[in-house]
Each structure stands twice: as structure tokens, then as C-alpha cells.
């Protein structure tokens, strides 16, 4: 499989298509923004905690289809993890993609994500969405809209 | 009046007839042609966000360092004389190229953004009072925008915005309307770095003069494509940069009429701008010292100094109609693209094309591109109020020079149907 073939597979294609859980989560406990000033993409990233548990995830905003399927994805792969567990996978999937978390192995669905290492300006795509998911989870406070813009 | 019409290009130099372009001479002048990016050649659409260098820009930079540095101004050693002289004559080289009335209306500064901080903190800085106006056009880069709001906010003035058409054109009716007593600066480029769509900067200088008003025009991508004629044009402020002119990064130009100079306060203070200096107070130089504190990017004067050298020899009604032909092309055959839009359509434009394919983020696009060594520029190109017209978050954006050819026009065409074979399979 070439680099590109790598990068665009097709789980990310249709991802990118039709995003899951692509809507304002109306009883959000948790929302942040993450904002890649370089190229003006954003997302809105909601959870819903209950108790220590990550029981909704959901986002809407605008990206390229690195961002937006990883952005799906994300919100499937936190939804029923402790707070403790989705941090713990930012770590992994974060190395896994800037190629420095070594032989990190990812659920088998986020695997897709792997061949961004290849190409190091599309690693804050990949980890846009992950990075607002994270700074959800320090900030309670809704509806405010303040942003972070991510680091790599 | 076409906006081309309204900037000719002038007459060759020697007064010798146009003859076509040379583009294969001219592409062995530029070394860094002969790479290979992901095992391709490299094909360079990116010349609006920096250009590539010629040979002998590269080599008078490593000529100056060998033989020649020293500080400018400063000494009375050989050395050092020589480096002033040599810095001094690109001032008059660069008031040449842009046709100024003299070397003293020319400053070097660090690039365009360089300039229109110096125009809008010491020029904005004095003769602004709250409730004034600064006029901005929505095609403007941020650095064409930011600059003001800084000193807007300090003075209690405020920004405003002329509208675009549809077409990427300026709404000239609808910048008369907004021209009022208050207007106090209008800012605008030359040349939008997204569209490439070209401004009538004569007919807006002499709206705004008519309105008691100056003109500051950002330069950056009217010079490498347009023999840029500052009598003609008649604004006050003109800045520009060396690297998008073949030249090397870190060195611009900012042009002013004397008499604005000549009235300005320093924007920053140091060494080599100064009449007398006391604990107490100093007095400052006439310009263009004034405006030029501290040792300058003298190596890098050097490099535009050779690229001055290099285009000037130029036939530039060759290069005009080549760089046209090469657009006019690449917006036929992207035009032919389904669901591609192109932005600014209707403009006249300087080499400079951007585009968006329906459902395809340019970001992704972009990346297809690279895997065939195809540079070109993805993303809102720091003009976020332009994409915020057209309702789009960002471009594709495809950028001409000297050096490219329609088989680079060509080979985007065929990497853009690649782009989409992979991304919408």
C-alpha cells in the first residue's frame, strides 16, 4: 500500500463522509473547541459525563478529512470510558500518530490513523479533535466557548 | 478600465522588441528546479508565499559574506565603505524598479508586513484621532489588517471594511459611498495573494486623495508580476518583499512620498538613525535612515539587490503575457473540473488561482499533490475575512512565476483528477 493509499484508507473516507455523532450534544456536562489557527479548521467537541464515565461524545465543526474522521472516530472510541481511560488513549493514539509512542497498540479501529506519521504536517489534523476532547474534560463550564489551540 | 490597463507594464528598457518568453533559460538559472520531492520532479506552484531564488541572488549573498562583510554606515575602513556603497546602490536600484522619485522614499525594512507596521504605527500612530477611519479591503492579508487594528485601537479610531464583488473584484461605488471626512488611511493591496485579483490602486489613490485621505499599498505579489510603476499608481505608501521578487527572505522594501516621510515620527529608535543624541533627548535623521535603527539585513540587501539585477533585465512584456497565458490555461482547464469553483472568477488577475472541488477538503488535496511533487499552497493563505466572503474555510491555491510552464499547468491539472480518484472513491 503506498503512503497516500495509507493516509486516505477508506474507513477514513467514509468517516469523513458520514461523520458519526455529528450533532450539539443538548445535555452536555463537558464542551471545548479545538482550533488549528494555521488552517482556520475547528471543532466543537461535547461529552456527557456520568459519574467518572464518558457516557455521550459528540462534534460538529469544519476539517479536512484527516480531522473530521478522527474526530468521528474519537467520539466513538471515548464513548463508555472512565475519564481515566480516554486520557490514557489521547496518550496512545497522540504517540501513535506523531510517531513517537513507539509500538503503542491502538483498538483495532483507530489503527487507520497510523499512516498519518508519514506525513507530520497532517498530525495536528489527526489530533485536533483529540485535543479539545482532552481540555472537554478539565472544563465543565458550558456554554462557554473559550478554545484552545492545539500544540502538535 | 481593466485593472491590467490601468498598471502597463513598461516599455522594455532598451527599448528592444517583446519577444517570447524564455522560460528554459530562465528555469537554469534557478538551481533548486533540479530537485526531486517524493521521488518526482518537482513541480513549484508556490511562488506567492515565497519565490525561488536565481543563481546569482544565492551566490551575491555568499559573495558578500566571503569578500565583503562589513557593517554599513559605520565605518571608515574599506570594507565598510564598500558595503555602504554597495547597500546604497540597491536603494537606487529598488527606487528604479518601482519608479520613485528618489532613493530617499526608499526604506529597508525586514518585508511587507515590516512596512505596513512601520506606515501604520509611525504614520497611523500621529495622525490618528478617535472617531477616525481606516479603510481595509475585505480581500486584505491579515497583515494588511492587523497592523491597523493595533494602532486603531490605541487612537480610538476604527477599521472598516470595502466590500468585494462576487466577481473578486473591489466595489469601487461602494468605496465612494464609505469615503467620508473621517477617512484618514485606505488600505489596500495591490494584488490579493488568494485571488490574484489586481486593483485599480490609481483610481482608489485618487478617491481617497479627492477625500483628504492616503493610500497604503501592500506590494507583496504586485511585483513579481506586474512592472509596478509608483508614478503612475500615485499612492502614498507602497511596501513590499524581497523573497516573493526572487529575492531572499528578511528584506522588503517601503516606499513613501517624501513630504509623509519627511513629517514622520521614527517608528523604532537605535544606532544609524539619529542627528544627535542626549541623555535627555535625541534628534532623529531625515529619511530614509530615520526609519532604518540598527544594522540592517545588509546580506540579504545584497541578494535583492542581485535579484533587482536579474528581473530588471527582464523583457517584462514577455513575462506579463507569459504569466497570463500560464493562468489563463490553468483556470480553463481547473475550470473544467466538476464541481470546482473558482474564486474570483471574474477578476483580472496577476498569476494567482484559487479554487475549491467539491467535497474535498484542500488540505487533503494539498497532501495528494505533495506525493506527486507538487507544491501548492492549502489553507485560508492569512485571509480570513476573504474566505469568510465566499463562505468557504479555505483554498487550493495554485501560484505562477517565471519559471513555470504550461506542462506544470498541465501536471496540477492531472494530480488534481488523481486527488479526486482517491478522496471521492
Known amino acids: 500500500m503506498s503512503e497516500l493509499d495509507e493516509l486516505y484508507q477508506s474507513v477514513i473516507l467514509d468517516h469523513n463522509r458520514a461523520p458519526r455523532n455529528f450533532r450539539q450534544l443538548e445535555d452536555a456536562t463537558n464542551h471545548a473547541e479545538g482550533r488549528n489557527p494555521l488552517c482556520g479548521d475547528h471543532f466543537d467537541v461535547w461529552l456527557k459525563l456520568d459519574g467518572d464515565v464518558i457516557s455521550e461524545a459528540a462534534f460538529l465543526g469544519q476539517g479536512c478529512a484527516i480531522s473530521k474522521a478522527s474526530a468521528s472516530m474519537m467520539t466513538q472510541a471515548v464513548k463508555g470510558k472512565t475519564v481515566e481511560e480516554a486520557r490514557a488513549l489521547f496518550e496512545k493514539f497522540h504517540g501513535v500518530v506523531t510517531g513517537s509512542g513507539g509500538p503503542a497498540v491502538l483498538p483495532s479501529k483507530l489503527e487507520v490513523f497510523r499512516g498519518v506519521s508519514a506525513f507530520p504536517i497532517r498530525v495536528k489534523c489527526a489530533t485536533l479533535s483529540w485535543h479539545a476532547m482532552k481540555q472537554a474534560l478539565e472544563s465543565t463550564a458550558l456554554p462557554t466557548y473559550g478554545h484552545t489551540d492545539i500544540p502538535t | ?425
Open chain 2, 1 to 425: 478600465m481593466s485593472p491590467l490597463a490601468a498598471v502597463p507594464p513598461r516599455e522594455p528598457r532598451s527599448g528592444r522588441q517583446s519577444h517570447p518568453w524564455d522560460v528554459a533559460r530562465v528555469r537554469a538559472d534557478f538551481p533548486i528546479l533540479n530537485r526531486r520531492v517524493r521521488g518526482k520532479p518537482l513541480v513549484y506552484l508556490d511562488s506567492a508565499a515565497t519565490a525561488q531564488k536565481p543563481r546569482a541572488v544565492i551566490d551575491a549573498i555568499s559573495a558578500y559574506y566571503e569578500t565583503g562583510n562589513a557593517n554599513v554606515h559605520r565605518g571608515v575602513h574599506a570594507l565598510s565603505q564598500e558595503a555602504t556603497t554597495a547597500y546604497e546602490r540597491v536603494r537606487e536600484l529598488a527606487a528604479r524598479f518601482l519608479n520613485a522619485t528618489s532613493h530617499s522614499e526608499i526604506i529597508f525594512t525586514a518585508g511587507t508586513t515590516a512596512g505596513i507596521n512601520l506606515v501604520a504605527q509611525s504614520y497611523g500612530g500621529s495622525v490618528l484621532r478617535p472617531g477616525d477611519e481606516i479603510l481595509v479591503s475585505e480581500m486584505e492579508h491579515h497583515s494588511n489588517i492587523i497592523p491597523w487594528h493595533l494602532v486603531a485601537e490605541r487612537a480610538g479610531a476604527s477599521v472598516r471594511p470595502i466590500p468585494i464583488m462576487d466577481s473578486g473584484g473591489l466595489d469601487l461605488a461602494a468605496f465612494e459611498q464609505l469615503l467620508g471626512p473621517r477617512t484618514r488611511i485606505v488600505a489596500v493591496t495591490h494584488a490579493s495573494n488568494v485571488m490574484g485579483a489586481i486593483n485599480p490602486i490609481n483610481a482608489i489613490a485618487a478617491m481617497a486623495h479627492e477625500a483628504g485621505a492616503v493610500v497604503v499599498v501592500d506590494g507583496a505579489q504586485s511585483v513579481p508580476h506586474l512592472r509596478v510603476d509608483l508614478q503612475a499608481i500615485d499612492c502614498d505608501f507602497f511596501a513590499c518583499s524581497g523573497h516573493k521578487l526572487y529575492g531572499p527572505t528578511g528584506v522588503g522594501l517601503l516606499y513613501g512620498k517624501h513630504h509623509l516621510l519627511e513629517a514622520m515620527p521614527p517608528w523604532q529608535g537605535g544606532g544609524g538613525m539619529i542627528r544627535e543624541v542626549l541623555i535627555e533627548r535625541s534628534s532623529y535623521a531625515p529619511p530614509p535612515e530615520r526609519f532604518e535603527a540598527g544594522t540592517p539585513p545588509i546580506a540579504e540587501v545584497m541578494g535583492l539587490g542581485a535579484a533587482l539585477d536579474y528581473v530588471m533585465a527582464w523583457d517584462w512584456e514577455a513575462l506579463v503575457g507569459y504569466e497570463q497565458g500560464l493562468v489563463a490555461e490553468a483556470s480553463r482547464q481547473i475550470g473544467q473540473i466538476p464541481g470546482v469553483r473558482i474564486m474570483g472568477e471574474g477578476a483580472d488577475r496577476v498569476s494567482v488561482l484559487s479554487f475549491m472541488l467539491d467535497g474535498i477538503h484542500p488540505h487533503d488535496a494539498g497532501t495528494v499533490l505533495d506525493t506527486l511533487g507538487i507544491a501548492v499552497r492549502a489553507g485560508h493563505h492569512c485571509a480570513q475575512p476573504l474566505m469568510r466572503r465566499f463562505g468557504v474555510n479555505a483554498t487550493l491555491r495554485a501560484s505562477f512565476g517565471a519559471y513555470n510552464t504550461l506542462e506544470e499547468v498541465e501536471a496540477l491539472v492531472a494530480g488534481l483528477d488523481q486527488a479526486r480518484k482517491v478522496l471521492l472513491r
